[in-house]
């Protein structure tokens, strides 16, 4: 069982940007897969940007150049810097673990995911 925590969410302009933490209760070396996701109401849930189990990694087309991934493995911590925010990256953004990586190019959660942090650009 591993549990999930997003924190580093809030409201910011346009251009601005961020910073979104997970922690993880267990070792992320051993969770396979790690990533980030994100859904706007009215709107199916996205991949935004995973760590692969090879250490390889998948960004969305929509956030390429402007989001970054990252992990710290002494903290048990995987990041996402978002830079250059726009308003069409309001959304819930959750974490993510143990999924493969069609599953998280459909959007979906795989085995363990938190509660999401909100974010919201004007």
């Known amino acids: 069982q591993v549990q999930l925590v997003e924190s580093g969410g809030g409201s910011v302009q346009a251009g601005g940007s961020l910073r979104l933490s997970c922690a993880a209760s267990s070792d992320i070396n051993d969770s396979g897969c790690m990533g980030w996701f994100r859904q706007a109401p009215g709107r199916k849930r996205d991949g935004v940007a995973a760590i692969l189990r090879d250490g390889g990694v998948s960004i969305a087309d929509s956030v390429l150049g402007r989001f970054t991934i990252s992990q710290d493995n002494a903290k048990n911590t995987l990041y996402l810097q978002m830079n250059s925010l726009k308003p069409e990256d309001t959304a819930m953004y959750y974490c993510?673990?143990?999924?493969?990586?069609?599953?998280?190019?459909?959007?979906?959660?795989?085995?363990?995911w938190g509660q999401g942090t909100q974010v919201t650009v004007s």
């Open positions: 993510a673990t143990d999924f493969l990586l069609n599953q998280w190019e459909g959007g979906h959660f795989g085995t363990y």
